[in-house]
Every structure is written in C-alpha cells, then in structure tokens.
C-alpha cells in the first residue's frame, strides 16, 4: 500500500516516513513533520485527515499539501489534494492515503484566521 501510494506521487519511499493511523494516534505523524518532509499515512477513519490537517496547521506547517487517494489502485482510484490551513474535504472515505509534503509557515507571514474546518 506505501509503495503503491509513493509510486502514484513519483516519490523515493527510502525517503517517506509512513504511518498506519488505522491503529495509531494522528498525532504520532507529528513527530516526522519537518520542512521538507514527506509522510505517507493510511487513513483508519475519514476524519483523520482533517485532524491531520488541524494539527499541522496549529504547529506552523499550514502550508503543508496533504494529497488524499481515495480507493487506490481501483478503477475509480481518486486523488484530491489541499493546503493544510485550508482543509476542507470532509468527504474523506475510510482506509484513505493521505501523503503531506511538509511545509512550514515562514515567520512572520500572514495565516489563515479561519478555523480549518468543522472539527475544530
């Protein structure tokens, strides 16, 4: 599933930190986030990606792209991709892949003063 998904974006998975949220806290992927890092995690519930999202953002990585593919390797495989501070894809089927392209916020540049979505 990992490799599949770093294939589809055209990504190195030596140089992907992967996560199965199906049995681990979204938070857990906190810790891999860093300016220039990639993160591939599998979705246990739609949800997780907009707390995914909230989270990033709320630790000055809402310019990170979360990309969502949705049924992957079927034919009706689907990718959606969103900037962290403004997620809004709350249609986010179970056991999704989710891929971040970490990014943080420069300092002292202007943020969303939205909450980002309907969770938080």
Known sequence: MFEHAAAKLLWDLDQVKTFDL??????????????GARLILA??????????AALLT??????SILT?????????EQLRSQMAEFF???DVGRNAICAVSVVA??????TSNTTPGPWG
């Open 22 to 35: 199906r049995d681990q806290d979204v938070e857990t992927a906190l810790s891999a986030a860093k300016p």
């Open 68 to 76: 969502l593919i949705e049924n992957l390797g079927q034919g009706d």
């Open 105 to 110: 916020v420069p300092q002292g540049a202007p």
């Open 43 to 52: 979705l246990g519930e739609g949800s997780d990606s907009q707390k995914l």
């Open 88 to 90: 809004m894809l709350a």
């Open 58 to 63: 709320a630790n000055g990585y809402g310019r």
